[in-house]
C-alpha cells in the first residue's frame, strides 16, 4: 500500500524551530520528486519546497528562503523540512507529496489529484 506520512508539527513560539517528516511507505522515495506545501487558513495550498529525485536540486519559496532546509534520507525512505527562524504566517498545514515531474519547480505546482499525498501536520506559529 503506497502512503505517505507527515509528522513532526506542533506549537511554536516566533523564531523557533521545528523539524518536519516526510516517511513513505509502499515505494521507494528516492525515486521520486518530493514537495512540501503549506496551507494558511483561509488561502491557497502553496509549495514552499521541493527536491528532485536526483542531485538534490531544491526550489525554495521565497517566503522561505534561507529559513527552511529541506533533505532526503533515502536509507530511511524519509524527507526532512528543517524550519527555521519561525514567523506567525508560517501557521498551516503542511503537506508531503512524491511524483514524477521533471523539475523541483514542477513539483511545487503539483496538482492536489495528482502524485502520492500525505494528510498533514499541523504547524502554528504563536505566542
Known amino acids: 500500500q503506497v502512503q505517505v506520512v507527515e509528522s513532526g508539527g506542533g506549537l511554536v513560539q516566533p523564531g523557533g524551530s521545528l523539524r518536519l517528516s516526510c516517511a513513505a511507505s509502499?515505494?521507494?522515495?528516492?525515486?521520486?520528486?518530493i514537495g512540501w506545501f503549506r496551507q494558511a487558513p483561509g488561502k491557497e495550498r502553496e509549495g514552499i519546497s521541493c527536491?528532485?529525485?536526483?542531485?538534490?536540486?531544491?526550489y525554495y519559496a521565497k517566503s522561505v528562503k534561507g529559513r527552511f532546509t529541506m533533505s532526503r534520507d533515502n536509507a530511511k525512505n524519509t524527507v526532512y523540512l528543517q524550519m527555521n527562524k519561525l514567523k506567525p504566517e508560517d501557521t498551516g498545514v503542511y503537506y508531503c507529496?512524491?511524483?514524477?515531474?521533471?523539475?523541483?519547480?514542477?513539483?511545487?505546482?503539483?496538482?492536489?489529484?495528482?502524485?502520492?499525498w500525505g494528510q498533514g501536520t499541523q504547524v502554528t506559529v504563536s505566542s
Open positions: 509502499g515505494f521507494i522515495l528516492d525515486y521520486y520528486h
Open positions: 507529496a512524491a511524483d514524477f515531474v521533471p523539475t523541483p519547480q514542477a513539483m511545487c505546482v503539483l496538482p492536489a489529484d495528482e502524485g502520492h
Open positions: 527536491i528532485s529525485n536526483s542531485d538534490g536540486n531544491t
